[in-house]
T-cell receptor
Framework: GEDVEQSLFLSVREGDSSVINCTYT??????LYWYKQEPGAGLQLLTY?????DMKQDQRLTVLLNKKDKHLSLRIADTQTGDSAIYFC??????????FGTGTRLKVLA | DTEVTQTPKHLVMGMTNKKSLKCEQH?????MYWYKQKAKKPPELMFV???????INESVPSRFSPECPNSSLLNLHLHALQPEDSALYLC??????????????FGEGSRLTVL
């Protein structure tokens, strides 16, 4: 099957770094994405990485990709209360079907 | 403009009603999607339109009827829904380029409650 696994919940203190992990299954995935969803809202694209890269940095966000282990992570530096949300990873192999992870709820404590 | 606009934001309907959800994008994207999302779950793909033609139907019950009047608009017609159809319905679009499907851009969703 095509299961993309994420840990359910992460709690961090404001100002600390957060690391959200994702394990995907489709080795042919060419693009991997991170989305943020706040309560009652749609999914907001945060960043994405092409499968021939192992790292991408975008301001406070760092994405690491380990293709051998099919492991993707999102690090948020200096986490703020506004970062509290559900984070979904997603994989795509060039079709119209994106496989979303189970989602990680991030709670930032002031 | 990286916006996908969905209306209405909230909809309450009875099981015998007919209603429609609407989605609009002006990014020139040629693929448009409907997803259904239950609470605390990832989005589930329902339909994909590519260049205004239905490309994917994920075995969705016929009480959901998609329509793509033009490259900017996507509708989802609802008829004789069940209470278990209550969910957040998300529209998305992407810009296919060669072998690349492109990033999905989502709307804010339409929260549907079926009584």
């Amino acid at each position: 099957g095509e299961d993309v696994e994420q840990s359910l919940f992460l709690s961090v203190r404001e100002g600390d770094s957060s690391v959200i992990n994702c394990t995907y299954t489709d080795s042919s995935s060419t693009y991997l994405y991170w989305y943020k969803q706040e309560p009652g809202a749609g999914l907001q694209l945060l960043t994405y990485i092409f499968s021939n890269m192992d790292m991408k940095q975008d301001q406070r966000l760092t994405v690491l990709l380990n293709k051998k282990d099919k492991h993707l992570s999102l690090r948020i530096a200096d986490t703020q209360t506004g970062d509290s949300a559900i984070y979904f990873c997603a994989e795509n192999s060039g079709t119209y079907k994106y496989i979303f992870g189970t989602g990680t709820r991030l709670k930032v404590l002031a | 403009d990286t916006e996908v606009t969905q209306t209405p934001k909230h909809l309450v309907m009875g099981m015998t009603n007919k209603k429609s959800l609407k989605c609009e994008q002006h990014m020139g994207h040629r693929a448009m999607y409907w997803y259904k999302q239950k609470a605390k779950k990832p989005p589930e793909l329902m339909f994909v339109y590519s260049y205004e033609k239905l490309s994917i139907n994920e075995s969705v019950p016929s009480r959901f009827s998609p329509e793509c009047p033009n490259s900017s608009l996507l509708n989802l017609h609802l008829h004789a829904l069940q209470p278990e159809d209550s969910a957040l319905y998300l529209c998305a679009s992407s810009s296919p380029q060669g072998k690349r499907t492109g990033e999905l851009f989502f709307g804010e969703g339409s929260r549907l409650t079926v009584l």
